[in-house]
């Protein structure tokens, strides 16, 4: 072995466990430190008690009102046509004129109309004289009627005495056969004039259905006159002017329209809710009364009735009521808020319209301070004697005096609890 490799010193061994060991250690110290450390007292969570106000519920007798939405309308709304083919001469009104019964409205030019006029009253005029003359006939017919008969008889009786000489051979055949014709031609002279006698009925028949005739067609001519003269059929207001003076109108042409203003209605839908109420008032004879403002202007109706015809998805029927207040000042098609008085009930609940959540629902408070939801049925509103408006209610098995929460709570639910502060 060579000396120089024996004498070379080794390498120093590694201790490879002193980072580990320092590893162990220092999870030792954290784990008995976090077991020595001192425990925090439990937080106890408490349930929140929400502040709320609460009112006793009193029944009483009130006059409840229900707020209706409605369109003013007239029952009767007319469209004015042409009676007469013409040109018009003169528009007496605008849009928006108040009109009386009998105004004119459009004159029409009238000369044709007077011509055709004229004619018929000669054509008339005509016939009357025909059946004057007729009557007259007749009475000459009647006069003349025993002097032909008379004659007739004179001449029947000379033809007997020729044949009589004719006979004895003192007359001459020539003067017999000359009696004899004068006798026939004096037989179909009365004939004629007993046939006029007998159809003069006939024929004054006959002139009396000209007569008429002619008068009908007078009396048309004179309608036609008086159509050159559109006139208001009742008290009203111009909806609408659609001619202008020189235009040429024809039969049925629009002229005008316009409402009847001493019928004004206001069709307001009536929710089903209110129906029983309604129709119980109507079969007791009972007046329901309603009331609003159009424009500064007060508006109040009765009702009349209910609409027969209701149209799919809507929540109730239309009611009529006749406007009563106000009607000649108001427009056609303006919408009007009522206010529907219905008859006193008794057992109703006045609140706040804080107290009801949604339509149909209030809240309770019981004995735990907790909120207990109740159903109530919405009847109307009513104005205090302090000048609140409030809601009408009726509860069904409502405990007396019950204390309702009228503090409406965004989070309501039944079994919330709350705290009641400045409650009565």
Known sequence: MDPETTNTPRPARRRWWLPLLILLLASAAAVAL???????????????????????AQAGRYTPTVTLYGRVESLWSSELTAGIAADVRQVEVVEGDSVVKGQVLVRLDERDARLQLAQREAELQQAEARIAAEVRQHEGNLDALPREQRLLSLTRGEVA?????????????????????????????????????????????????????????????????????????????????????GRRVRVGDALLSLYDTDDMIVRAQLPSRLLPAVRAAIAAGEQLDVRGVIDGIAVAGRLRGLAAQVDSGTGGVDGLFTVTEGASQISQGRFVKLDLALPPRDGLIALPAEAIYGTDRIYLLDAQSRMRAQRVVRIGEVL????ETRVLVQ?????????????????ALDGLLVRVVNGS
Not at 227 to 238: H, I, M, S, T, Y
């Open 384 to 387: 205090l004697d302090t000048g």
């Open 34 to 56: 976090v077991a020595t450390r001192p425990k925090p007292p439990p937080v106890k969570v408490e349930e929140r008690a929400w502040l709320v106000r609460v009112e006793a």
């Open 395 to 411: 509860a069904e098995g409502l405990p007396a005096d019950a204390a309702v929460v009228i503090t409406q709570l965004p989070n």
């Open 161 to 245: 005495r020729l044949q009589d000489l004719v006979k004895k051979k003192v007359g001459a055949q020539s003067q017999l056969d000359t009696a004899m014709q004068a006798a026939e031609k004096q037989a179909i002279a009365l004939s004629a004039r007993q046939q006029a006698v007998d159809e003069h009925a006939s024929r004054l028949a006959e002139v009396e259905a000209v007569r008429l005739r002619a008068e009908a067609l007078r009396d048309q001519a004179q309608l036609e006159l008086e159509r050159c003269e559109v006139r208001a059929p009742f008290n009203g207001r111009v909806a609408q002017v659609m001619v202008s003076p």
